[in-house]
């Protein structure tokens, strides 16, 4: 499966964001699909993963409450819809495919696409 996500920008403290990720190949609904971010200088850490059907979701502990993850199948395709964002969301946002829906090591998710990057000012 190929990955591309897009969506990023630059965005005022508050404000909101929607990433997608696109996916090819016709195995996307078999997949469980993640979202990771890296910060400059920092490691790549896990945000938010959905099962393959929808119907499980995982979120990293700082961004509960303010991301939402969420799949369309028919489209081939992934969101996270993030909103009261903070200066300290900004990163480069890694959309994965493959791994287990709540895996937050990086490792465990075997396909990647490349980054789009959100820039929060304050």
Sequence with gaps: VQLQASGGGLVQAGGSLRLSCAASGRTFSSYNMGWFRQAP????DFVAGISWSGGSTAYADSVKGRFTISRNNAKNTVFLQMNSLEPEDTAVYYCAAG????????????????????????
């Design 99 to 122: 791994g287990p829906t709540a895996a937050k090591v990086r490792e465990n998710w075997p396909h990647w696409g490349k980054g789009t990057l959100v820039t929060v000012s304050s």
């Design 41 to 44: 200088g920092q490691e790549r």
